[in-house]
């Protein structure tokens, strides 16, 4: 009965490699988010999509695309990776931008 | 702009001791704070939100429009309590709500 799952927990890959981290929700909310966090444990917001609008944030490389086949799902799809990518990135929902966002464990990404 | 701020990155103190993390928030409509936390490995999960007005383990938070903060307090602090903690504003942003995150304050509780 896991409100916000992520697969995988861990992903170890070179560079230049694609991959994928799926996330499903199972509170029917309406919006759903993508995170980074470093190794600082600082957490940053990579997306925010509901089913009227996608949110950007500007800073995130153009290889970064959040893909939603419907409203329970919101995978990241991440082009040639780098070093740089290496973080945990958490997936989230809530029920509108102002609600409490409810977290996945969290996909460990390793750049080798 | 930083619209949250947490000052301090870390934060140690001694059970029994009373806690206090502090947040600051820059935003001139009418904010949405929340407080979450992550425990060691663990998901973040909230921990309390301002319109609630709960007390959760122990922990309050006032929202202070004057001063803009938001500050995290426990009178008497836990070794469980030993976490990451993140305030968070849901900001506007055209027409849609983003949520915004403080970089975060580890708290050490030492036996």
């Known amino acids: 009965d896991t409100a916000v799952s992520q697969t995988p927990k861990y992903l170890v890959t070179q560079m230049g490699n694609d991959k994928s981290i799926k996330c499903e929700q199972n509170?029917?909310?309406?919006?759903m988010y993508w995170y980074k966090q470093d190794s600082k444990k600082f957490l940053k917001i990579m997306f925010s999509y509901n089913n009227k609008e996608l949110i950007i944030n500007e800073t995130v490389p153009n290889r970064f695309s959040p893909k939603s086949p419907d409203k329970a799902h919101l995978n990241l799809h991440i082009n040639s990776l780098e070093l740089g990518d290496s973080a945990v990135y958490f997936c989230?929902?809530?029920?509108?931008?102002?609600?409490?966002?409810?977290f996945g464990p969290g996909t460990r990404l390793t750049v080798l | 702009a930083q619209r949250v701020t947490q000052p301090e990155k870390l934060l140690s103190v001694f059970k029994g001791a009373p806690v206090e993390l502090k947040c600051n928030y820059s935003y001139s409509g009418s904010p949405e704070l929340f407080w979450y936390v992550q425990y060691s490995r663990q998901r973040l999960q909230l921990l309390l939100r301002h319109i609630s007005r709960e007390s959760i383990k122990g922990f309050t938070a006032d929202l202070n429009k004057g001063e803009t903060s938001f500050h995290l307090k426990k009178p008497f602090a836990q070794e469980e309590d030993s976490a990451m903690y993140y305030c968070?504003?849901?900001?506007?942003?055209?027409?849609?709500?983003?949520?915004?995150f403080g970089r975060g304050t580890s708290l050490i509780v030492h036996p």
């Open positions: 509170l029917g909310h309406d919006t």
């Open positions: 989230a929902s809530s029920q509108g931008g102002r609600d409490t966002q409810y």
């Open positions: 968070a504003l849901s900001l506007s942003s055209g027409g849609s709500y983003i949520p915004t």
